[in-house]
């Protein structure tokens, strides 16, 4: 059975969904457990296609943004109508701009929200450089800060989650490619996605530096890194009952394959990493119900695509079921997820949710 050692998942991650007031702030609650304090933020208009995406972190600091979708470099705001206010200790505070808080006579807004360890950061060792590390190994999550090496070559930083990492997201700070890799890829050194772009997985020798341990996240100069710069890295750790990494095949007919996640899922991320298609990302409050469960592709500034002619996937109690047969994630072509729960299948007691 998919016994949990975390009964509630929205202390860890939540999706919040709220309408815009282009003031200065506005102060969003969340509707789960009243304790997550959010360090990692992923934003998105909901009806515009022609906003970018906008991410934050608390190590990084509110003041800092950037975008998934693009190659751009970091954006720092210190003014008082800046994009982002605060992370609360139930929520957030966003400003006025309308990345984060567009009126809602334009549309409404999106946040996928994930708990850390509040901003507390320590200094890893652990690599060949030493990075910041803010980790929360229950959750199995950590935010990475460290600099690259002046000369090229294999280097390495700490990442804190005690385990080898089933996926790691990477940014340079100053502009550049989101590399992203994840256990399924093809090999474990060479192969990478980029988290901005729809293109399938890319080979490149090296890429990896010495790869992925328990301790340090493993890239190479002038593959994945480059010389001098600042980096930062979001390193994840499945969790049984609260999070799943992983892989399947479309086969672009509706009744599509069914992924065992041993929970309910909050939000699921998925890539064909064998063919062109956007990242897509799915949740239980984008409509929420199925089969019409809304996406977003983090790659892209399109609006939503959703209601009745986009029946992508059904949501359930253990797992999630592809029910699209066109593009989307059912394509005849092999898939990378990652996933985040709702609720546990069965409890850290051993008892089913549905006899709760």
């Given at each position: 059975m998919a016994y949990t050692n975390i009964d509630d998942p929205s202390a860890f991650f939540q999706?919040?969904?709220y309408s815009g007031t282009a003031g200065a702030n506005n102060a969003i609650t969340n509707d789960g457990n009243s304790d997550l304090k959010p360090d990692w933020l992923l934003f998105k208009h909901r009806t515009a296609s022609n906003q970018d995406w906008y991410a934050v972190d608390s190590s990084r600091g509110s003041t800092k943004g950037l975008a998934t979708n693009t190659t751009a470099a970091e954006t720092t705001s210190s003014s008082a109508t800046k994009d982002f206010q605060s992370f609360n200790t139930d929520g957030f505070t966003v400003g006025t701009p309308e990345d984060t808080n567009a009126t809602n006579s334009?549309?409404?807004?999106?946040?996928?929200?994930?708990?850390?360890?509040?901003?507390?950061?320590?200094?890893n060792t652990s690599g060949t450089e030493d990075s910041v590390v803010q980790v929360n190994?229950?959750?199995?999550?950590?935010?990475?800060?460290?600099?690259?090496?002046?000369?090229?070559?294999?280097?390495s930083f700490g990442h804190g989650l005690g385990v080898k990492p089933d996926m790691v997201i990477t940014r340079q700070r100053s502009g550049g490619g989101w590399w992203?890799?994840?256990?399924?890829?093809?090999?474990?050194t060479t192969y990478y996605l980029g988290l901005n772009t729809d293109s399938a997985q890319t080979n490149e020798a090296n890429m990896w530096g010495g790869g992925m341990t328990s301790s340090v996240v493993g890239v190479s100069s002038p593959n994945s890194t480059l010389a001098?710069?600042?980096?930062?890295?979001?390193?994840?750790?499945?969790?049984?009952?609260?999070?799943?990494?992983?892989?399947?095949v479309g086969n672009a007919v509706v009744n599509g394959p069914f992924v065992y996640t041993g929970f309910k899922p909050a939000c699921i991320i998925t890539k064909t990493i064998t063919a062109v298609e956007g990242w897509g990302i799915y949740d239980n409050k984008r409509l929420g119900?199925?089969?019409?469960?809304?996406?977003?592709s983090i790659n892209s500034q399109a609006a939503t695509a959703g209601g009745s002619n986009y029946n992508f996937m059904d949501i359930l109690s253990n797992g999630f079921k592809m029910r699209r047969a066109t593009y989307g994630p059912n394509q005849s072509a092999t898939y990378i997820y990652m996933a985040f729960a709702e609720n546990?299948?069965?409890?850290?007691?051993?008892?089913?949710t549905t006899a709760r």
């Amino acid at each position: 059975m998919a016994y949990t050692n975390i009964d509630d998942p929205s202390a860890f991650f939540q999706t919040a969904l709220y309408s815009g007031t282009a003031g200065a702030n506005n102060a969003i609650t969340n509707d789960g457990n009243s304790d997550l304090k959010p360090d990692w933020l992923l934003f998105k208009h909901r009806t515009a296609s022609n906003q970018d995406w906008y991410a934050v972190d608390s190590s990084r600091g509110s003041t800092k943004g950037l975008a998934t979708n693009t190659t751009a470099a970091e954006t720092t705001s210190s003014s008082a109508t800046k994009d982002f206010q605060s992370f609360n200790t139930d929520g957030f505070t966003v400003g006025t701009p309308e990345d984060t808080n567009a009126t809602n006579s334009i549309g409404t807004h999106a946040a996928w929200q994930w708990k850390c360890n509040e901003g507390s950061t320590a200094t890893n060792t652990s690599g060949t450089e030493d990075s910041v590390v803010q980790v929360n190994t229950d959750a199995g999550f950590s935010i990475v800060t460290a600099t690259a090496p002046s000369s090229n070559g294999h280097w390495s930083f700490g990442h804190g989650l005690g385990v080898k990492p089933d996926m790691v997201i990477t940014r340079q700070r100053s502009g550049g490619g989101w590399w992203t890799w994840h256990k399924d890829l093809t090999n474990q050194t060479t192969y990478y996605l980029g988290l901005n772009t729809d293109s399938a997985q890319t080979n490149e020798a090296n890429m990896w530096g010495g790869g992925m341990t328990s301790s340090v996240v493993g890239v190479s100069s002038p593959n994945s890194t480059l010389a001098n710069q600042t980096y930062v890295a979001y390193c994840f750790a499945e969790k049984q009952g609260y999070s799943k990494f992983g892989k399947y095949v479309g086969n672009a007919v509706v009744n599509g394959p069914f992924v065992y996640t041993g929970f309910k899922p909050a939000c699921i991320i998925t890539k064909t990493i064998t063919a062109v298609e956007g990242w897509g990302i799915y949740d239980n409050k984008r409509l929420g119900f199925n089969v019409y469960n809304d996406a977003l592709s983090i790659n892209s500034q399109a609006a939503t695509a959703g209601g009745s002619n986009y029946n992508f996937m059904d949501i359930l109690s253990n797992g999630f079921k592809m029910r699209r047969a066109t593009y989307g994630p059912n394509q005849s072509a092999t898939y990378i997820y990652m996933a985040f729960a709702e609720n546990p299948f069965v409890t850290s007691t051993g008892i089913p949710t549905t006899a709760r």
